[in-house]
């Protein structure tokens, strides 16, 4: 799939279910046989910053909620503030 669109990142496509979903911890649907939109944003260490597990037709981050995101991290962590400051 990268390679068919380009990405230069990861991406997570032909998984199986239920055992990839469970893997990741995804809701996922027998009769259909399909996880529901899973979602994460990795930072450059590759360790996940933040995720969104839908259960339905809503929840799913979107690009410009993404970048807001990164953005927001980025300036914390120039302020001197982690993720773990902000709890």
Sequence with gaps: MAE??????????????????????????????????TSFTLGPDRNILQACFATGPIGRITAIDALSSIRGTKKRKAQGQGLEQQK
């Design 4 to 37: 068919k669109t380009g990405a230069t990142f990861p991406i997570g496509y032909g998984l199986k279910v239920p055992e990839d979903a469970d893997k990741v911890g995804a809701y996922w649907e027998n009769r259909r046989g399909i996880i529901h939109a």
